[in-house]
């Protein structure tokens, strides 16, 4: 399974093909894809033209095992529209649920403290501009832990969560019984962020330093192997995970 903010790169030709290549390199079963409106227009498209597709605005979830329609779910914050989508997946004789899921962005709090440094009478604004930006994911994250719920079945939660692994977003979505792919069958430390903007100013230096994107799994599932993937063609760097069925017997079920 990956998940991928293709960002920018999604609506470059160019692009496009290097990130269909990796994704063939990397052979997912399924792919979860995030800033990727209008992608499927182009060589994403065809390149999924043999596979399960649904979508919705900047969403894509391609698979190459069954998938149901999908249906779009709302996670408001302050009044504002924001979506995720949710499809059923069949692996067999089982079936699971996928939520493809981009949380509001940090980055207007972000930048509201790089103006501080021209006009430092700015900074109470900015302070307070920051946390109405994190209170926006938690209050989307709340609403997400209520949609999961209400599940019956196994659940996936995959995509661009803009929140550590420590945040208190992604400990609301712990509530509801999921856990974190790469904490579980990870190593090392899984950045997926971060290295487009070292390279602005260092350009040899590539390297992420934050852990925003994420699979997380209900207790049915385990992730046996999970990785931060290329560096290349994208903002966010893929999270790639195996995931098996936990059965109880002597070895699990995979995907």
């Not at 960002?7 to 894809?33: C, F, M, S």
């Not at 487009?196 to 040899?204: D, I, K, S, T």
């Amino acid at each position: 399974m990956m998940t991928w903010n293709v960002k920018h790169g999604g609506h470059n030709r160019i692009t496009q093909l290097a990130i269909t290549g990796y994704i063939d390199e990397t052979g997912p079963d399924v792919v979860l894809l995030q800033d990727a409106g209008g992608a499927l227009n182009g060589p994403i498209g065809r390149f999924f033209r043999q596979w399960h597709v649904r979508s919705f605005g900047q969403y894509v979830i391609a698979s190459q095992l069954p998938l149901e329609e999908a249906e779009v779910r709302s996670l408001p914050f302050f009044g504002e529209t924001h979506t995720c989508l949710r499809c059923r997946l069949h692996v067999g004789t089982k079936t699971l649920i996928l939520y493809n899921v981009h949380f509001e962005s940090p980055r207007e709090g972000l930048a509201a403290f790089r103006g501080v440094r021209r006009q430092p009478w700015y900074l109470p604004r900015a302070a307070q501009q920051l946390e109405e930006n994190v209170e926006a994911r938690i209050s989307q994250a709340r609403a997400l832990r209520e949609l999961i719920r209400q599940e019956r079945e196994p659940v996936v939660v995959a995509g661009d969560l803009n929140s550590p692994d420590a945040s208190l977003a992604l400990a609301l979505l712990r509530e509801a019984g999921l856990h974190d792919a790469f904490a579980e069958g990870g190593r090392g430390y899984g950045y997926t962020y971060g290295h487009f903007l070292l390279q602005r100013r260092l350009p040899w230096h590539g390297a992420s330093w934050m852990r925003i994107d994420h699979i997380m799994l209900s207790s049915e599932l385990q992730s046996r192997v999970c990785r931060a993937g290329t560096d290349k063609y994208s903002e966010h760097r893929p999270v790639i995970a195996d995931v098996v069925f936990r059965t109880g017997n002597v070895k699990d079920v995979p995907l």
